[in-house]
C-alpha cells in the first residue's frame, strides 16, 4: 500500500519542480527579451528594481513576523545573508561585465559548471564530503551542457574571462551559502527580505552611475513600456527567487544547479520537436545531449542511493503481524 504522506511528498516535489523550472525559464526569456530585443538595455537598473520589489513586496509579511525573531536571526546569521547578498550582486555584476567582450558562446561554457563549483565550495562552507561518484557525475553533466551550448566559435579578451569565472565562483558560493542558511531552518521569505537590500546596496552605485541618467530621459518617452518592463520582471524575480531558495532547501545547492543545468539540455530538445528548431539539434548537441543525461542520471542515481539510506524503508511482514495478533487475541473460552 502506497503511503499517502510519501504520494503527497512527491506530488509536492513535482509541483515545486515544475515552478522552479518554469520560472527560471521565464525570466531568462523576458529579461533576454527586455534587454535585447524591446531595448531596455539598463541591466543594473533592472536588477536593482528587482531587489527593490523584492524587498518591498515583502515587508508586509516579513514585518508581522514578531521582532525577536528577526533580531535572532540577523545575529546569528548576518554572515550568511551579507555574503548571499553580495556574492548575488557581484554574480551578476561580473556576469554582464564579460559579456562586453566575450561571446555568449564562452560565457555559456565557463557558467556551465556551476555544479563543479557549487559542490566544491560545499566542501568548504559546509563541511560537506562528496562521494568521488557525485564528483564524476557532475564533472560529465558539465562535459555534456558545455558540448550542447557550444556554437562552432568561442573567443573573448583575457579580462572577460577572467571576471566570468570569477562571476561563475560567486554564483556558486550564493547557491552553497543559501543552502547552508536553509539548512538552519531559515523560511525563504526572510531569506529574501534579508538579502534583498544587501544587493541591492551594491548594485544601486553602479545603477547611478553608468544607467540613472540615460534611463531618465528613456523614461521620458517609454513610460508606459518600461513601467511594464519593471513591474513584470519584478514579479516574475521575486517569484522565481522564492521558488529558487525553497528548492535548495527542499534538495540542496548543488542539486539545484544540477536541474538548471538539465533545464538547458531539455528546452534544447523541446525547441527541436515541438517548435521545428531541428537545426539547433546538430549532431554536437545531439552527443553532448546524451553526454549530459548520463551524467544527470548517474547524478541521480547516488542521491536516490543516499536518501534510501538515510530513510531505509521499513518492511512488514504480514505473517509477523499476525501472529503478533493472534498472541494479543485474548483465549475463547
Known sequence: MTDPKSSQSVASFAILLIAYLSLNSSLNLLNKWALGIYGFRFPFLLTSAHMAFSFAALAPVALCMPRELHERTLRQQWRGIVYIGAFMALNITLNNMSLQDITLTLNQIIRSAIPVVTCALSVVIEGRQPPRREIISLVVLTLGVMIVVWRGRASGKLYAVILCVIGTVCNGAMMTFSGKLMSEKLDVVRLTFYTAPVSLLMLAPLCIKYEMAEFLRYFEVNRVGATYVLVLT????????????????????????????????????????????????????????????AGFGMYSKIRLEEMRASNPVQVISLDLEDEKLAKERPAEA
Open 234 to 293: 519584478s514579479v516574475n524575480a521575486l517569484s522565481y527567487n522564492m521558488i529558487h531558495s525553497q528548492m535548495i532547501k527542499r534538495t540542496s545547492a548543488v542539486t539545484t544547479t544540477v536541474l538548471g543545468m538539465v533545464k538547458i539540455v531539455g528546452l534544447l530538445l523541446l525547441s527541436a520537436m515541438l517548435l521545428g528548431e531541428s537545426r539547433a539539434l546538430s549532431f554536437s548537441a545531439v552527443i553532448g545531449c546524451a553526454v549530459a543525461m
